[in-house]
């Protein structure tokens, strides 16, 4: 499991550095204003981004254990992660309900 989570924080953060990049060759390339010379010099750059810096390869997984099933996405944990810590207490602001 800590493979999975290392694997996914290093893809978050590949993300994070190569955002702002991404977004002005994608923009300067579908910019139909500038010559079709100067578009193809920007749209060579885009093939040197790695794939795991896209938005869409990023998976929510849980930071605790690696599970990829029901995540809750403020906290980035597991439901049964969410339950147990918020039993003991750990979780500022977050009560057992009590009917």
Same mark, same amino acid.
């Given at each position: 499991?800590?493979?999975? $989570? @290392?694997?996914?924080?290093?893809? +978050?953060?590949?993300?994070? /550095?190569?955002? @702002?990049? +991404? #977004?002005?060759?994608?923009? $300067?390339s579908n910019n139909f204003n500038l010559k079709k010379n100067i +578009?193809?010099?920007?749209?060579?750059?885009?093939?040197?981004?790695? @794939?795991? !810096? !896209? #938005?869409? =390869?990023? @998976? /929510?997984?849980?930071? #605790?254990?690696? +599970? !990829?099933?029901?995540?809750? =996405?403020?906290?980035?944990? !597991?439901?049964?992660?969410?339950?147990? #810590?918020a039993s003991f207490g750990f979780l500022p602001g977050?009560?057992?309900? /009590?009917?």
């Amino acid at each position: 499991m800590q493979k999975k $989570i @290392k694997k996914n924080i290093k893809q +978050r953060l590949l993300f994070k /550095n190569l955002e @702002k990049q +991404r #977004l002005i060759i994608k923009t $300067i390339s579908n910019n139909f204003n500038l010559k079709k010379n100067i +578009r193809w010099k920007i749209e060579q750059k885009w093939f040197n981004f790695t @794939k795991n !810096s !896209s #938005l869409t =390869r990023i @998976k /929510n997984i849980c930071l #605790l254990t690696g +599970r !990829s099933k029901s995540i809750y =996405r403020f906290f980035k944990i !597991s439901r049964l992660q969410l339950r147990k #810590l918020a039993s003991f207490g750990f979780l500022p602001g977050i009560t057992k309900f /009590n009917r």
